[in-house]
């Protein structure tokens, strides 16, 4: 079945560490995102990537870094920089970078809880 | 700039009666619309998408939804409520003469009782 995993479901990160969480996708998109979800805020943008070997901030990038060095996979590192890295990670893809054509829509991932210890 | 209002955080409803979630929307440009749906611990599933064709959209497991420009309102309806529809949803506009960033709505937390 296509689709896009996460993983794992439940991260813990002690203060101070480094944490990669995992985006795969099999869909053949060509965008990738990674949002991060608060209660009562909705979805804020990380960052984004609209082709392999490229990518932007988006609005809540720091203290996370990403790569796209395959179609398939954008993972995210959130850094010891990011000082309230508790939330819960979803990342999404679509077939191309303008989601207001009417023939894409995002497709999201299950999520990934991240909890600080 | 646009943004996106959902005007109620919560809203509790009783099985078989209808559901009006509500969503105000602004836009220097024409916008694309949606509705998703989250499950608690879940990713989000698209419901319905409005992209400038007819106003009336209908999605998945009985849900519609109406764009009114005049209103800049895209409210989501369903004429009965059902247990598993008990969920957040979210309102989400883009723009579509730019790359579509989108933008979310806080979400409405929906509650249905028996």
């Known amino acids: 079945d296509g689709g896009i995993t996460q993983s794992p479901k439940y991260l813990f990160r002690k203060e101070g560490q480094n944490v990669t969480l995992s985006c795969e996708q099999n869909l053949n998109h060509d965008a990738m995102y990674w949002y991060r979800q608060d209660p009562g805020q909705g979805l804020r943008l990380i960052y984004y990537?609209?082709?392999?070997?490229?990518?932007q901030k988006g609005d809540i990038a720091e203290g996370y870094s990403v790569s796209r060095e395959k179609k398939e996979s954008f993972p995210l590192t959130v850094t010891s920089a990011q000082k309230n890295p508790t939330a819960f990670y979803l990342c999404a893809s679509s077939i191309d970078n303008w989601f207001g054509t009417g023939n894409t829509e995002a497709f999201f991932g299950q999520g990934t809880r991240l909890t600080v210890v | 700039a646009q943004s996106v209002t959902q005007l109620d955080s919560h809203v509790s409803v009783s099985e078989g009666t209808p559901v009006l979630l509500r969503c105000n929307y602004s836009s220097s440009y024409s916008p694309s619309l949606f509705w998703y749906v989250q499950h608690p611990n879940k990713g989000l599933q698209l419901l319905l998408k409005y992209t400038s064709a007819a106003t009336l959209v209908k999605g998945i497991n009985g849900f519609e939804a109406e764009f009114k420009k005049s209103e800049t309102s895209f409210h989501l309806t369903k004429p009965s409520a059902h247990m598993s529809d008990a969920a957040e949803y979210f309102c989400v506009v883009t723009l579509t003469d730019s790359w579509g960033k989108l933008q979310f709505g806080a979400g409405t937390q929906v509650v249905v009782t028996p």
């Open positions: 990537s609209q082709i392999v070997n490229d990518f």
